[in-house]
């Protein structure tokens, strides 16, 4: 299974573009790259998810190398609502051997945005 | 707007008690998730269901089991709560199309074992 590792923690100012990386050396060829993000007191809540290369929506763009080895949230422009626990997640729930396949959370960045 | 609601937002139980946890979603998702959080743990899967009456192990199944009798509700029982087992608890419920991780979470209990 696909472990992953993130930043405990980054700090940022407003209006500032902000990228978190998260390393995933043993991801599996089904898996997919799933980040969220939490704020104190609620649920996570997915942002974006991609395969390879890049994703973009309206919230964030997910950058992700050939090698898949790790990737990159990256969020334009935060704002002090931004700050929150980011969460890169590995694997493929729904493709996963038999139904099994398992969703790996990392333990989160914590991201601070200044005024 | 999709919903999954939790019974109880905190839950205060003594070490031995039976503890029923309740989550319920109205999106009619195929799957549902139980979770818990600890400070720098992060989210650890404790079981998931990807349909009625189907149950699975996920990371840190001890101590707990589940029950899915019906497609909306997914209960998280611990059989005789011990101290270890304080922490907010998470549910989860998502569609077998769309993306493949997009998982929808409720608003968590934070439950305490004295």
């Known amino acids: 299974l696909a472990k992953t590792t993130q930043p405990i923690s980054m700090d940022s100012y407003e209006g500032q573009e902000v990228n978190i990386t998260c390393s995933h050396n043993n991801i599996a060829t089904n898996d997919y790259i799933t980040w969220y993000q939490q704020f104190p007191s609620q649920g996570p809540r997915f942002i974006i998810q991609?395969?390879?290369t890049k994703v973009t929506n309206e919230v964030a763009s997910l950058f992700i190398p050939a090698d898949r080895k790790s990737s990159t949230l990256s969020l334009p422009r935060v704002s002090l609502s931004d700050t929150a626990v980011y969460y890169c997640?590995?694997?493929?729930?729904?493709?996963?051997?038999?139904?099994?396949?398992?969703?790996?959370f990392g333990q989160g960045t914590t991201l601070q945005v200044k005024p | 707007d999709v919903k999954v609601t939790q019974s109880s937002r905190y839950l205060v139980k003594r070490t031995g008690e039976k503890v029923f946890l309740e989550c319920v979603q109205d999106m009619d998702h195929e799957n549902m998730f139980w979770y818990r959080q600890d400070p720098g743990l992060g989210l650890r899967l404790i079981y998931f269901?990807?349909?009625?009456?189907?149950?699975e192990k996920g990371d840190i199944p001890e101590g707990y089991s589940v029950s899915r009798e019906k497609k909306e509700r997914f209960s998280l029982i611990l059989e005789s709560a011990s101290t270890n087992q304080t922490s907010m608890y998470l549910c989860?419920?998502?569609?077998?199309?769309?993306?493949?991780?997009?998982?929808?979470f409720g608003p968590g209990t934070r439950l305490t074992v004295l």
């Open positions: 269901s990807y349909d009625v009456k189907m149950k």
């Open positions: 991609g395969y390879k």
């Open positions: 997640l590995v694997g493929d729930f729904l493709h996963g051997s038999g139904n099994t396949g398992k969703l790996i």
């Open positions: 989860a419920s998502s569609a077998t199309s769309g993306p493949s991780n997009e998982q929808f």
